[in-house]
């Protein structure tokens, strides 16, 4: 129970109210459906078994969740700073474009070497594109959500020069796209899943970035430098170091989720890449509240409804975008009920959680 | 191109800019509004969206495009005033709310306008400035649709506004500093309604224009960005309604300048040129920020400049 809230009342409060959101959300997500002229209860049937009512569907939406919990570890790790980090976009794809450069200058070498370059690759090249929105952040007081923002419509437009041009693959016609990483490199499936190994390498990466941050020296510091930046510096902690080397972890993982998108995935690089899921891992690591062991259920719980959009259209003749719609419903209600943390009778005299996991920074 | 070879090229990314640039002005302003009242809405591309979408749709179904570019704003509005309302609840994070909404706005937007894909609207007009050319390519240039010329006005009105209205001095007031503005007997979170909701209007008439005018017909991928840009559009202006205008031509303008050199045999580079304004951003903000301070003309209550 350690795990959310500090205490077991902090636990229920962190379970409880998240619940009752996506309960209110369902709601509202109810009236809207039955205004199109669908039976909501019908609705949600048919999502929950879009999402998690078979192991085929299960498989479905771990796929679907496998590229959300990397980009949104990209915002969780610097948010236990105090930064708000919306760079994951422009990070996937740096990372993606890195694995299919290295790929290409290694065409003899085994299965493992290249697999191991291109994850190395991937998730250097996300760390540094992170990284640099860090850095201007400490050295030079760049504010870090909109470097990162610059940082991904960059991103984009340097993949669509790349991919046009310089590596282009002159024999794939429907779309402007880069050479195969080819088909023996390519990253292979769980045994016994139809899902491949980037659930793996997601799921380890939140466990792993929780360690760190929870458990370790480190994130200590890291906490301390979120809580407040002057008495950390009194303290002696290393504010660059740490702001740094978290931008350049969190980097990584939305690197990390490029590779897999192209050695699990589509092969190549393309505008196939620039499908939201770096914004919707924002959402993820917001509505996790920055903390990498809850984005696993989050990313989980987003990739189902994703997974459900198909069936709704088949079943109740609702547009694909219906999902989009819940989506969104579902995040602006858990944003707004953010307030409601600390103020239930119930749980006080629990410990209250700091809003979001951020904390307003000041000016460094 | 081949009448006027070379000088086709100054001549088609102005009638470009002039074309591509009315979103990002309206966009622009309607986000600088915003966040002069002390609140970023990372929420306006969604706003834009579902503005391309709501203008499209009205315009098909009565016949009329300014009702429809009417309908587009009240649409930003009613966006607007989501994110205002959540956002005045306390320990909600702003940017977060921004980006629920963009994904919520492009949702609802796809969900409402599948209808809409097919057919064909009336569109909105445009004045030949260029009657007095024989030359196709100088009369394409100065066809001048006239939502840019009321956007054209509406820059300069705003930055008066701002400056010499009641009004004004409240949403820079609340933008300065929330607790001053409050004990001056100024309601914050009802001023940033305000200023939320008439930037959602803006946002949402930009939105109109796309599909009304250029490209002029409602798709899914009838925005290329151009919501979420503005934010970095409004930090360049550096928070001046005026310079919103000659920003949002230089962003249109630099989305032009590819094809127009395309169009004379230049072909590599095309994407590396609509990148330009991003780089110059950022090259801005790396030149002008500080660790000391604020940047210069940013509100003091904007998270972002913090």
């Known amino acids: 129970m350690r795990l959310l809230g500090g205490s077991p009342r902090g636990a229920a409060e962190a379970l409880t109210i998240p619940a009752g959101a996506l309960a209110v959300s369902l709601i509202l997500f109810g009236i809207f459906v039955a205004m199109a002229g669908a039976n909501p209860l019908g609705v949600y049937e048919t999502i929950y078994s879009g999402a998690f009512g078979s192991w085929f569907s299960w498989q479905n939406t771990l796929q679907r969740a496998t590229p959300l919990m990397l980009t949104a570890l990209c915002t969780a790790l610097p948010a236990r700073l105090g930064l708000v980090v919306i760079g994951a976009e422009g990070a996937l794809i740096i990372g993606a474009l890195a694995t299919v450069a290295i790929a290409s200058v290694l065409p003899g070498a085994s299965h493992w070497t290249v697999i191991t370059a291109m994850m190395l690759a991937g998730m250097s090249a996300g760390g540094l594109w992170v990284g640099f929105a860090g850095g201007l952040r400490y050295y030079r007081g760049v504010n870090e959500t909109i470097s990162s923002l610059l940082l991904n419509y960059i991103a984009i437009a340097l993949m669509n020069h790349l991919v046009g041009g310089p590596m282009r693959d002159p024999l794939v016609l429907h779309r402007p796209s880069s050479w195969h990483v080819g088909e023996r490199n390519m990253i292979g499936l769980i045994p016994g899943m139809d899902v491949h190994w980037g659930l793996v390498f997601g799921v380890v990466g939140c466990i792993v ?3 760190l941050m929870q458990h370790t020296v480190f994130g200590f510091a890291a906490r301390i430098v979120g809580g407040n930046v002057r008495a950390a510096r009194m303290a002696g902690v290393p504010v660059g170091r740490l702001t740094l080397v978290t931008c350049l972890i969190a980097g990584a993982a939305a690197g990390l989720a490029g590779t897999t998108e192209i050695a699990a995935v589509h092969g190549r690089a393309s505008t196939s890449l620039v499908v939201g899921y770096g914004y919707t891992g924002i959402l993820v690591a917001f509505l996790a509240r920055q903390n990498p062991l809850a984005v696993i259920p989050v990313a989980i719980l987003l990739g189902g409804i994703d997974a459900a959009g198909g069936l709704l259209q088949r079943w109740h003749d609702l547009p694909d975008a219906t999902v989009h719609v819940m989506r969104g419903i579902i995040f602006l209600v858990i944003l707004a009920s953010e307030p409601v943390y600390g103020r239930l009778r119930v749980f006080q005299q629990s410990v209250v959680a700091p809003s979001n996991g951020v904390v307003p920074r000041e000016a460094a | 191109m081949e009448a006027l070879g070379w000088w086709g090229v100054p001549l088609a990314v102005l009638g470009g800019a002039i074309r591509g640039s009315t979103p990002f002005l309206f966009v622009s302003l ?7 009242s002390g609140r970023i809405n990372l ?12 203008g499209y749709g009205v315009s098909y179904l009565t016949g009329s495009p300014w009702l429809g570019v009417l309908v587009a704003g009240t649409c930003g509005m009613v966006l607007g005033a989501v994110h205002a309302s959540i956002c005045a609840r306390p320990r909600v994070n702003d ?5 629920a909404l963009m994904l919520f706005g492009l949702g609802l937007a796809f969900y409402l306008g599948k209808p809409f894909i097919q057919p064909n609207a009336p569109r909105l007009p445009a004045i030949p400035f260029g009657w007095w050319s024989e ?5 394409a240039a100065l066809e001048v649709n006239v939502l840019f010329l009321i956007g054209a006005v509406l820059a300069p009105g705003l930055l008066w506004a701002l400056y010499n209205t009641r009004w004004g001095l409240a949403i820079r007031a609340v933008g300065d500093n929330a607790d001053a503005a409050r004990t001056m007997g100024y309601a914050v979170d009802r001023v940033r309604l305000l200023g939320t909701v008439a930037g959602g ?14 490209p002029g017909s409602w798709n899914e991928a009838i925005s290329s960005g151009q919501g979420l840009m503005a934010v970095a559009l409004v930090i360049f202006a550096r928070w001046d309604p005026l310079l919103c205008l000659f920003a949002a031509l230089l962003f249109g303008g630099a989305g032009a300048l590819g094809p127009a050199l395309q169009s004379v045999g230049i072909t590599s580079g095309y994407y590396l040129f609509n990148a330009a304004p991003y780089m110059l951003t950022l090259l801005l903000m790396i030149a002008t920020s500080s660790t000391q301070r604020t940047l210069k003309g940013a509100p003091n209550e904007l998270s972002v400049t913090k």
Do not use: D, H, N, W
Not at chain 2, 95 to 99: L, S
């Open chain 2, 95 to 99: 940017i977060a709310v921004g980006i």
């Open chain 2, 30 to 36: 309607g986000e600088c509004l915003t966040e002069k």
């Open chain 2, 201 to 214: 209007f803006l946002a949402g008439i930009g939105g109109s224009f796309l599909s009304l005018y250029y």
């Open chain 2, 43 to 54: 929420g306006l591309e969604g706003t834009l969206v579902m503005g391309a979408m709501s």
């Open chain 1, 209 to 211: 970035t929780y360690v």
């Open chain 2, 135 to 139: 030359s196709p390519q100088v009369r």
